[in-house]
């Protein structure tokens, strides 16, 4: 086939770009979202250990 | 285990040597002298299309890893690399129709053997996520998945060598003694483009170890905390959930 010309060309090669760019942005996208997740997993833990401490503060007192 | 280690360098590098791969494309490579400004395809589609296919191999040589030492954390690394490579197939796939249909008007063509085996390979590692999805007891599940990753390791360069002694009827042969000479400018771009690509390939690659790695260690923590009885039983996932 012969070559495209540019302006019939140029749509094509942008596609091709924007396709790569995309899948990056939506696999980052995606890896934000988890990250989201691993966030809110830190916050749960840190509650527990906060609710650990305040246990353990209680039965100290109960000693005493 | 810190899979994190030197990614804000990695990233720096991988986003510098796209921006140099694109700027050299569209500023220094010259214009084919067959296809013209359409050309410009191959810049990207390629070196995805190598990366992907060498991610693929690396997948089945850290499944060997896995099988030999038992180690989890390579079990991880074989099925991140797998994942990776197969949202790099997908922007081969996705390219190579753009391009097909601007150079022969077509989006697919079915007898041409190069692209039908990158569709069978891709095919073939679209079943690892639910083969591993469908194994609920984890140690099983990574044998299997290695063992998979390892056969389909293997069958990804005699795919290669069979592609490339075969007739091809209209798709190029890019790294071939004759297909391959291309000219000073667009070999060194091209040679860019690829390590943009396999630069970014383990960018991401480190980074959903990093991030498997993380979640996995934060939700162990968390069941040692809260004790075994505390909280649910972990949900089944085609993911390794153990390091």
Excluded at chain 2, 89 to 98: D, E, H
Excluded at chain 2, 143 to 158: C, D, S, T
Excluded at chain 2, 199 to 210: M, P
Aim: glycine share 6%; with cysteine.
């Amino acid at each position: 086939m012969p070559a495209l010309p540019l302006d019939d060309a140029g749509p094509y090669v942008a596609a091709a770009y924007l396709v790569f760019l995309a899948l990056i942005l939506i696999y980052v996208s995606i890896m934000a979202t988890k990250l989201g997740r691993i966030e809110r997993e830190i916050g749960e833990l840190s509650e527990l250990v906060e609710r650990r401490s305040e246990r353990s503060d209680e039965r100290d007192q109960e000693r005493v | 285990m810190t899979f994190g280690r030197g990614l804000r360098a990695l990233s720096i590098a991988s986003a510098a040597l796209i921006t140099v791969a694109f700027a050299l494309v569209f500023f220094y490579a010259p214009n084919d002298a067959d296809q013209g400004f359409i050309q410009k395809i191959f810049y990207v589609h390629v070196p995805m299309a190598i990366v992907a296919l060498c991610g693929f191999v690396a997948g089945g040589v850290f499944a060997i890893k896995h099988l030999r030492s038992g180690d989890r954390a390579d079990d991880l690394r074989s099925y991140v690399a797998i994942h990776i490579s197969l949202v790099l197939a997908v922007g081969v796939l996705l390219t190579g129709s753009i391009w097909a249909r601007a150079s022969w008007g077509h989006w697919w063509v079915w007898d041409e053997p190069t692209l039908v085996s990158f569709l069978i390979v891709f095919l073939l590692y679209a079943c690892y996520q639910p083969l591993r999805f469908s194994i609920e007891d984890p140690e099983r599940q990574a044998r299997y998945a290695a063992v998979f990753a390892i056969v389909a390791g293997a069958f990804v360069p005699l795919n290669f060598t069979a592609v490339r002694m075969a007739e091809s009827l209209t798709h190029p042969r890019v790294l071939s003694t004759t297909g391959g000479a291309m000219p000073g400018e667009m070999r060194l771009t091209f040679i860019v483009a690829l390590a943009g690509m396999a630069c970014l390939f383990v960018t991401l690659w480190r980074y959903e170890l990093a991030s498997k790695s993380a979640s996995i260690q934060l939700r162990s923590l968390k069941r040692r905390l809260a004790g075994d009885d505390g909280l649910a039983p972990l949900n089944r996932s085609a993911a390794p959930q153990h390091l």
